[in-house]
């Protein structure tokens, strides 16, 4: 029987660039689909698909008879060293092709996007929620998604860290997302830091009841790294260009930043943990 986690990544494109990096996200996201409990035949709509990281693993587990919509505010030249169109494509190519339709540049609060109540067996939003604007947009995507989902299935990064090793990882997302604060056009990763408190939260003014949560440690994920060198590679040009923002708080991002260049020294890089629920 052939082994899921290598079938999946094997349909994705950045296998070829990285074989073990795709697996080892790959491997994530099955931890969460498993957690949501996706079957066989479900019908899922994704929010924020982006590169089908999670989109590969969703279109395995529901089967021929299932299907995947997935749906991406961005546009598909979006995304280094693979454009988002770039690895759909690769992925529409691939044996789940049938199983998958993604629709990119699509805002899901538009008016031109609807479908019929309860359409979707599961609605999901897998480490997509750091590229909103803020709180009212998420509770109103939310808000939007309980008419047309059975289930909502979240995941996000969880930062109530635990260990000193994760503490990288958090305070590079944390400066982020303070610097954006001052951006009016951006293509950070990170735009609107939410917590797990803020998610639950969020989540039952939107309608949701949250019947489980958990959260799900990676350690070998890559992403800690990832948005440690984006911190440090681009906080001096982002606080010369926030004119707007506060000397006080220039001061306190600098400060923070030193925090981080002394805590990669002292300890090495795990990513955080990922918060995740079920809601209904």
């Known amino acids: ?22 697996k080892i996200q790959t491997e994530h996201r099955l931890k969460l689909a498993r957690f949501w409990g996706i079957e066989d035949g479900n019908n899922i709509l994704e929010i924020g698909c982006g590169q089908g990281d999670t989109t590969a693993v969703l279109a395995y587990l529901v089967g021929e008879n299932g299907f995947v919509h997935g749906v991406d505010i961005a546009s598909p030249d979006y995304g280094a060293p693979l454009t988002l169109g770039e690895s759909i494509d690769y992925l529409k190519s691939s044996s789940l092709s049938s199983r998958i339709q993604v629709d990119f540049e699509r805002d899901i609060l538009s008016d031109d996007v609807a479908f019929n109540e309860h359409t979707f067996d599961a609605v999901i939003l897998s480490h997509s929620s750091w590229y909103l604007n803020n709180a009212h947009e998420l509770e109103k995507i ?18 109530r860290v635990t260990t000193a090793e994760q503490l990288p990882h958090f305070l590079a997302v944390l400066i982020q997302a303070q610097y954006e604060c001052f951006q009016s056009e951006t293509s950070s990763n990170v735009r609107t830091l939410f917590t797990p408190m803020d998610l639950k939260e969020i989540a039952t003014k939107a309608g949701w009841n949250i019947t489980h949560e958990k959260s799900i440690y990676s350690p070998m994920l890559q992403d800690g790294e990832w948005e440690i060198h984006q911190t440090l590679s681009e906080y001096h040009d982002k606080l010369i260009n926030s004119n707007e923002m506060p000397s006080r708080l220039s001061t306190l991002i600098q400060s923070q930043i030193k925090l981080l260049e002394d805590a990669i020294n002292k300890n090495n890089v795990r990513p955080m943990a990922a918060y995740t629920f079920t809601a209904e």
Do not use: H, R
């Open 1 to 22: 029987m052939t082994n899921p986690l290598n079938y999946i990544v094997g349909c994705m494109a950045a296998s070829e660039l990285n074989y073990e990096t795709q």
């Open 142 to 159: 939310l808000q939007k998604l309980k008419k047309w989902g059975k289930k909502l299935c979240f995941a996000e990064w969880d930062t």
